[in-house]
């Protein structure tokens, strides 16, 4: 049977509920788990682009507000494109890469055709998916004709080309793949549309430098830390490039904006860029001018142009640097979370000390920390973009277990620390103990009580005769009615030494209960021990008590290793001399002259006269109850029956 006690106890519950907890997450919170990763992946690449040097194989040539106040609104009569694209050939590119299509045919379309047969051109052009009309305008180039679609790879229900007359090198897609949150982080590798495959802008540019056309096969990955798949080309020996089971690019953004270099068209025309720059560069034409709106969030900006994407790209592909996610990351997550459920419960092993707090979190901390350093290290070494949010809530949520865990035990340990010292110290001492560590500092104060100190008077001669069971019995029933009828007056039994019980009373000294709980313990007493036991050589059992009112020494004391609490003083000692008066005086309640005087209004007591009792100087006088029926001696012909125990739960 499961218990909340086995629970608590039990190391691996704290294991199953968080993974049970991350296994639900994981199936109903898989969005808002990816949407977490990649927003704080947006910082990590914002990190690893501050460091990047900067790029002078792709040159940025930008059609900027400058160019657009020198040259007039955007788009351009293609005689000044034409000059354009001339005066980077002029200046020695060695391919231009346009992020602008022209769909439209006009006026000079001759003459920029002609410019484009001078240096290789990769022209862009847009196939949208899920477009709200099946727009088709210009010519599509450089389809890839074969059994790439259907597949993988999304069909496109709309297309904008090129002007016929405009037939370059070869042409791309430039079309991305929009996040949920607008951001465009993954790009189609390739787009179908009417059963021919269009490569992105970037792959088209890297074919196209190779002098092949962008004819790429698809190969199914089958290693463990591999891609879904790869994209290659037989004309480009080792090339590959890693996509997802969608046919998508995972973008990298290993460069900060600051690290492309870029030159305003107007700079370009008006032949002020530094002689030899351009020089074997491939230039990537694009547009920045507001009024062109050529304008997209990334994770490096929230408004970036959308040529910056392309130069990324194209600098990454040439690198060989595209990351994916491999095709065992649930493995890798999964055994990483194994492993941290190791170290975890590894550290809420230890019981004591300090240790026993902090381990569980200083370890769920390095985790959370390895867990980054993980995910940013294999990006940065590897191109190995590795989920981790599923391993992040797995160990926060274990965190929270063992801690709470922890916590809900030490709750439980100290409730039984303070339930067994309280059966054997008073309950405010016990818990003050079980609330603090053991120390050797001095704590010792005075108080004004009334202590009854009751003893079991012949025990000893008893305790010698008769078994040890029935000695311990006769002891324990003695120890239970004398206590509950002393907690059931208002007092607190402050001592069980030996054969004898001390209680004390802080309330109102001329409360009577103290009083009250005498004759009651001698009335009960009288009941259980009051059979004749059949062993004539035995006195008989009987109570006799002293109380006495004053004040008292109290505190703990002793070293830290081994401390006593004890009451101490006059008071005390007074009424265990009273009680050890009552056998002589055939009395079983006596009373001091302390509590007498304040008593003597509000009960009937008698006096015995002075008496002068063990270590006192002076006579004490001694006061007895007047008890209608009051035994001192009860000869017992039997020992205690069974019956007569009295049940102390």
Not at 350 to 372: E, I, S
Request: net charge neutral.
């Amino acid at each position: 049977m499961i218990t909340t006690e086995s629970l608590l106890k039990n190391r691996l519950t704290p294991l199953l509920l968080a993974s049970t907890l991350t296994l639900m997450a994981g199936v109903f919170w898989a969005e808002p788990f990816a949407r977490i990763e990649a927003a704080v992946g947006d910082h990590l690449w914002q990190l690893i682009g501050a460091s990047a040097n900067r790029e002078r194989r792709v040159v940025v040539i930008d059609i900027d507000e400058a160019s657009i106040a020198r040259y007039g609104a955007w788009p351009w009569p293609r005689e000044r494109t034409a000059d354009l694209f001339r005066s980077l050939t002029e200046q020695g590119v060695a391919q231009r890469i346009v992020d602008i299509a022209f769909p439209e045919s006009a006026s000079g379309d001759d003459r920029l055709a002609t410019e484009l047969l001078k240096t290789p051109t990769v022209l862009a052009q847009v196939l949208a998916m899920n477009a709200a009309e099946p727009v088709n305008r210009g010519q599509l180039q450089a389809g890839m004709p074969g059994g790439l679609c259907p597949g993988q790879f999304p069909e496109a229900n709309a297309a904008i080309g090129n002007a016929p007359a405009l037939l370059a090198a070869s042409a791309g897609h430039i079309t991305p793949r929009i996040s949920a949150d607008g951001v465009i982080r993954q790009l189609p590798a390739i787009i179908c549309y009417r059963n021919k495959a269009y490569a992105a802008l970037a792959l088209a540019a890297i074919a196209a430098g190779a002098g092949v056309a962008p004819e790429f096969s698809v190969v199914a990955g089958t290693e463990w830390l591999g891609p879904e798949a790869t994209l290659r080309h037989p004309g480009l020996p080792g090339f590959a490039v890693p996509i997802n089971r969608r046919g998508d690019i995972l973008l990298p953004w290993w460069m900060s904006r600051e690290a492309i270099i870029a030159f305003s068209a107007k700079d370009v025309m008006a032949g002020n860029v530094p002689a030899g720059y351009l020089q074997g560069a491939w230039a990537l034409l694009g547009a920045t001018a507001f009024s062109i709106g050529d304008t997209v969030p990334t994770p490096q900006a929230a408004a970036a142009s959308g040529v910056e994407v392309h130069a990324q790209l194209i600098a990454a592909l040439l690198d060989g640097r595209i990351p994916f996610q491999p095709r065992g990351a649930i493995g890798l997550q999964a055994a990483w979370i194994a492993l941290s459920a190791l170290l975890l419960l590894g550290a809420s092993r230890f019981r004591r000390g300090v240790l026993r707090v902090y381990a569980p979190v200083l370890t769920g901390l390095l985790l959370l920390g390895a867990t980054a350093a993980l995910h940013a290290g294999l990006l940065w070494a590897a191109s190995l973009w590795l989920p981790w949010m599923a391993a992040v809530f797995f160990i926060l949520s274990l965190l929270t277990f063992i801690t709470t865990q922890g916590y809900l035990s030490s709750r439980a340990e100290g409730v039984l620390l303070y339930r067994n010292l309280s059966s054997y110290l008073p309950e405010h001492v016990a818990r003050q103990i079980a609330g603090q560590e053991p120390g050797s500092t001095l704590n010792a104060h005075h108080e004004h009580v009334i202590v009854l100190y009751a003893d079991l008077r012949n025990f000893s001669a008893w305790c010698e005769q008769l078994p040890a069971e029935q000695a311990g019995a006769l002891l324990h029933n003695f120890y239970t009615f004398a206590g509950k009828i002393i907690e059931q007056q208002g007092g607190v039994v402050e001592e069980y030494v030996g054969d004898a019980v001390m209680g004390v009373w802080r309330s109102d000294d001329s409360d009577l209960r103290p009083l009250t709980a005498a004759k009651s313990m001698v009335l009960t007493a009288e009941q259980l021990f009051g059979a004749e036991t059949g062993i004539n050589a035995l006195p008989p059992l009987a109570i006799g008590i002293g109380i006495e009112q004053g004040k008292v020494l109290v505190g703990s004391f002793g070293p830290a290793r081994r401390r006593t609490y004890t009451l101490l003083g006059k008071t005390v000692t007074t009424a265990i001399r009273l009680q050890a008066m009552t056998g002589e005086l055939a009395q079983a309640i006596i009373c001091g002259e302390n509590i007498a005087g304040i008593w003597q209004h509000r009960a009937a007591l008698v006096s015995l006269g002075k008496f002068l009792l063990p270590d006192r100087r002076q006579p004490t006088e001694l006061f007895v109850p007047a008890m209608r029926h009051c035994p001192v001696e009860s000869p017992l012909a039997n020992p205690l029956p069974t019956e007569l125990m009295v049940d102390d739960e």
